[in-house]
C-alpha cells in the first residue's frame, strides 16, 4: 500500500500498475484504495491527480475482469 504512496507520488505509471495489481491480490478493499489515493493527494499535491485518475481506471478495469 504504501510503494502504491510512493509510486503516485512519483508518477511512475507502470510502478502504479504494479502496485494495483499486487494490492488487489492481497485483498485491499475499495475503501482502503480510495484512502491510499487521498493519502498520495496530500502527500504529492495537484501534480498527482492525472496519475489518480489513470490508477481509477485501471483499478476499474481490474474490477471488471474479475
Given at each position: 500500500m504504501l510503494?502504491?504512496?510512493?509510486?503516485?507520488?512519483?508518477?511512475?505509471d507502470d510502478c502504479i500498475t504494479y502496485h494495483i495489481v499486487r494490492c488487489r491480490e492481497e485483498g485491499v478493499t475499495q475503501e482502503e484504495f480510495l484512502e491510499?489515493?487521498?493519502v498520495a493527494l496530500i502527500v504529492g499535491g495537484s501534480i498527482v491527480v492525472p496519475h489518480l485518475?489513470?490508477?481509477?481506471?485501471r483499478l476499474e478495469e481490474l474490477a471488471g475482469s474479475a
Open positions: 510503494g502504491l504512496v510512493a509510486s503516485m507520488v512519483l508518477r511512475c491510499i489515493f487521498s485518475r489513470r490508477a481509477m481506471a
